[in-house]
């Protein structure tokens, strides 16, 4: 539950693009549950690993840049599928469904809806991030487990603590998108363009960092020591400021330019 609550690059900005995405409650209570539900499946395979004995394969010192490159690309990717212009080259996905939305003077996007499976994907692949809470699980709790049918054990406590706050945060992140006090039309407008923005430049920020780590580690292991005594707040480094950047940077500041910008429409 703490790692779930406190900021983290494999799960806040990923989460709060879904959840802004739905631009309902019960549609952000939904994504994070999917993408936790995923992250929770990850964790618990490999904590069975862990215990067998060939956890070195995946937590390597480079195994977070490599897991940011994954996760940059498929953030791209799910960004552009959400938020496309008419004049690109169409990606036609099974279930997906594009919307094409007029009222912005021909800016000419299509803006489709995130599907279930998107961030599923996501919370699979994120979860092979490596940190502080990962050592403790794959060197310390699964070994102790007794036997391999409860080497999963450790991993999978871990996934559903972080789903609990996860399955909140995106409740919370719907409902932010959905008290605009705008038209049905224009919260979702205004919510895809959010989740589809933020899923590409965070994604660019991902796939950069990943490269910058694998080219330059010892740059990009350093951090700042906080003093607290709270995992994923004891330093300050390279993830928290993927985190600044994808949840602040683009995601916060451009749910409140779409916001005042259908709000002088309106007016």
């Given at each position: 539950m703490v790692h779930g609550?406190?900021?983290?690059?494999?799960?806040?900005?990923i989460t709060f693009s879904y959840a802004i995405g739905g631009y309902s409650t019960k549609r952000g209570?939904?994504?994070?549950?999917?993408?936790?539900?995923?992250f929770?499946?990850?964790?618990?395979?490999?904590?069975?690993?862990?215990?067998?004995?060939?956890?070195?394969?995946?937590?390597?010192?480079?195994?977070?840049?490599?897991?940011?490159?994954?996760?940059?690309?498929l953030m791209i990717a799910a960004g552009m599928v959400i938020v496309r212009q008419?004049?690109?080259?169409?990606?036609?996905?099974?279930?997906?469904?594009?919307h094409s939305l007029d009222a912005d003077d021909g800016e000419g996007e299509?803006?489709?809806?995130?599907?279930?499976?998107?961030?599923?994907?996501?919370?699979?692949?994120?979860g092979w991030g490596?940190?502080?809470?990962?050592?403790?699980?794959?060197?310390?709790?699964?070994?102790?487990?007794?036997?391999?049918?409860?080497?999963?054990?450790p991993g999978a406590f871990f996934g559903l603590g972080t789903m609990d706050m996860q399955i909140l945060a995106g409740g919370i992140f719907g409902l932010i998108a959905a008290?605009?006090?705008?038209?049905?039309?224009?919260?979702?407008?205004?919510?895809l363009r959010t989740a589809g923005r933020t899923l590409t430049w965070d994604g660019v920020a991902f796939v950069l960092g990943g490269a910058f780590g694998l080219a330059f580690p010892s740059a990009a292991g350093l951090s700042l020591v906080t003093g607290l005594h709270v995992h994923n707040l004891d330093h300050l480094g390279i993830a928290i400021v993927l985190v600044m950047v994808s949840v602040v940077g683009v995601g916060v500041t451009t749910l409140v330019r779409e916001t005042r910008a259908a709000t002088r429409a309106e007016a």
């Open positions: 609550i406190t900021p983290d690059e494999h799960t806040w900005p209570l939904r994504a994070g549950l999917t993408f936790s539900l995923a929770t499946v990850q964790r618990a395979l490999a904590s069975e690993l862990a215990y067998l004995g060939p956890s070195r394969v995946f937590t390597f010192a480079s195994v977070d840049y490599v897991v940011y490159l994954g996760v940059g690309t008419r004049r690109t080259v169409h990606l036609h996905l099974p279930g997906l469904r594009a299509l803006l489709s809806d995130p599907r279930p499976w998107m961030p599923a994907v996501h919370g699979f692949v994120a490596f940190g502080a809470f990962t050592i403790i699980i794959y060197t310390v709790l699964a070994p102790a487990e007794h036997s391999a049918l409860w080497g999963w054990v008290r605009r006090g705008l038209s049905p039309d224009d919260i979702r407008r205004l919510a």
